[in-house]
């Protein structure tokens, strides 16, 4: 007689959705929940449905994505579809019905639970056929494998015992007593430990794999069913179909962290990938509840297949496939790729010329195309980490500011007042300096001044102007600036670096005799140039002259 969950009593069910979550979790993604973004993943939607055997319970993936293996509860075929086409490329037998499966770390088994026969199959999945039947406990129902793939361990709900079988001899090498109706299952990503859904107890049993005995205990909620843990191994979330919430349970305090309403009736929960979004499959309202892992918060409600069982994503998280238990289909889900999101920029200026390099912060930004910078264009260069991007800004045709967006597989960044880079204008700070050099002599004295300007940065500059009015009644001679209508005015003949200096000269004649106790000053100030100069106050510099009856002083 086939045994057919309901919302009120569908204990034999989640032993498959449990599985079929440690099977996903034995291969771990890259971040951790508590990692995951403010900004919430983008909902999956329904992009195809195809028909498999009736009452599919189980739903595993090949390691390698390729392949998804979909139970049968009513029946011994279990389904291989073709993710690449998305469609049936298979089909094979394997006992009476079946709820759970879970492939090997390698792909080259399959473990199937039969909960009518109290056994496990080992199918080879080169070639689909039962290479051994393995006697396990009363009503089998969850199955996840160790991370090394050594070990398989089964849930046995009606015995209210784990087995724990070794994959190298197909033989129970221990039997672990745990909490009434055990159903979910998920083995720890370091293999130290397995958790287990005790739903008649309400609880999660912590199994220490070393010493093969339950070290701890956890209270949840009441019919606590499907598990799956975070890819770091530090939190477990747990389905609780009898309260229609979900858990998350702090691995290093043993407690619960956060319990969230979700859906009618979710038995199974599944963690994406990434570890960012956490999925429950609501039974009883046909819905997939998508909650951010960081926030605890629901963040949308997706209508799905009739009676959603088990959700297996695929390693790379753009794929999910949900078995729909009453209407003998598998929904393959579409998992859109975020849209990337800029929080901030460092530094938040640079020069018009470019060259800049710019810290961009954000989440989604790994696998980035292009960091552009308003109407500068791209960077010339840029790599980029989820939450970070290095980008040399281009030059800019104008001054003033741009907003820095990022592309990627999931779309272009929106804009935002974080994104804000400003272009500054160029600029060369050039500084003014005067030296004068008296030669004393009662009919030949002279002054000799050298001019130095040095360009301070931070641009080069590509012209500037010099100038002084020179003291009346007395002869101006240079080699190198023009010296006409009592003035002097030194151009530059060729660009300026940063950090480089050019000098120009000027004599005055000053006889000792004639100009006997006369006093005068030279002041050379930057009249005009290009770029902007930003400092004023060292545009100028000036000395001062004193005739004496035998010498000229200069201070």
């Known amino acids: 007689m086939t045994t057919r969950p309901s919302p009120r009593r569908s204990w034999t069910a989640v032993a498959a959705v449990g599985a079929a979550t440690a099977v996903l979790l034995a291969h771990p993604g890259t971040a951790a929940a508590g990692a995951a973004g403010a900004n919430a993943a983008p909902p999956p939607a329904v992009a195809a449905t195809v028909a498999v055997a009736p009452h599919p319970a189980g739903v595993a993936l090949a ?42 770390p390698n792909g080259a088994r399959a473990y199937l639970t039969h909960h009518l026969t109290g056994t496990v199959s080992v ?57 009434a109706e055990p159903h979910g299952v998920a083995v720890a990503p370091d293999g130290a430990h397995v958790y287990v859904a005790a739903s008649g107890a309400q609880r999660v049993d912590v199994i220490d794999t070393a010493t093969a005995a339950v070290s701890s205990s956890i209270a949840v909620g009441h019919g606590v069913f499907g598990l799956a843990l975070t890819p770091d191994g530090s939190e477990l979330w747990t389905g609780n179909g009898g309260d229609s919430t979900v858990s998350a349970l702090d691995l290093a305090t043993g407690t619960v962290a956060d319990t969230v309403e979700v859906g009618a009736n979710p038995y199974a929960v599944a963690v994406a990938p990434d570890g960012r979004s956490v999925y429950a499959g609501n039974y009883a309202d046909n819905t997939l509840s998508v909650l951010d892992a960081a926030s605890g918060t629901v963040t949308a409600t997706v209508p799905v297949g009739t009676s959603p069982f088990t959700l297996a994503v695929a390693p790379d998280g753009r794929r999910g496939y949900l078995a729909d238990f009453d209407a003998a289909a598998v929904s393959v889900l579409d998992f859109p790729l975020p849209v990337p999101v800029v929080t901030g920029i460092s530094p938040a200026s640079g020069p018009q010329a470019g060259g800049t390099v710019v810290t961009v912060t954000g989440t989604d930004l790994a696998g980035a195309t292009a960091v552009s910078f308003g109407a500068a264009g791209n960077a010339t260069s840029f790599s980029c980490t989820a939450t970070a991007c290095i980008a040399t800004a281009p030059a ?41 050099s008296p030669v004393s002599g009662l009919f030949g004295g002279r002054v000799d001044y050298t001019l130095t300007v040095t360009n301070q940065g931070p641009g080069e500059a590509t ?25 002097l005015t030194c151009a530059l003949t060729a660009p300026l670096a940063a950090g480089t200096s050019t000098t120009r000269h000027l004599t005055l004649q000053v006889g000792l005799l004639l100009n006997l106790g006369r006093t005068f000053t030279v002041t050379a100030a930057r009249t005009a140039g290009a770029p902007a100069d930003p400092v004023a106050a060292d545009d100028t510099a000036s000395r001062t002259c004193r005739v004496a009856l035998l010498a000229i002083t200069c201070d």
């Open 63 to 104: 390691p390698d994505g390729t392949r998804a293996y979909v139970t049968s509860q009513s029946s011994g075929t279990v389904t291989v579809l073709s993710t690449a086409t998305g469609t049936v490329a298979g089909t094979f037998t394997a006992g009476t019905g079946s709820y759970a499966v879970a492939l090997a």
């Open 123 to 179: 199918v080879d999945t080169a070639t689909n056929a039962v290479t051994a039947t393995v006697p396990v406990g009363r009503g089998a129902f969850g199955v996840a494998l160790a991370p090394d793939g050594a070990r398989a361990y089964v849930t046995n709900a009606a015995a209210g015992t784990v087995s724990v079988l070794d994959t190298a001899t197909d033989t129970v090498t221990a039997t672990v007593p745990v909490g």
């Open 396 to 436: 800019a045709a104008a001054a003033g500011p741009v907003d820095v967006r990022v592309t990627a597989p999931g779309g272009t960044s929106a804009v935002v007042a974080a994104d804000r880079f400003g272009y500054e204008a160029p600029t060369a700070d050039l500084a003014l300096a005067l030296a004068a």
């Open 463 to 487: 012209a500037a102007t010099v100038a002084a009015a020179l003291p009346a009644g007395l002869a101006a001679s240079s080699t190198d600036c023009t010296v006409a209508a009592g003035r």
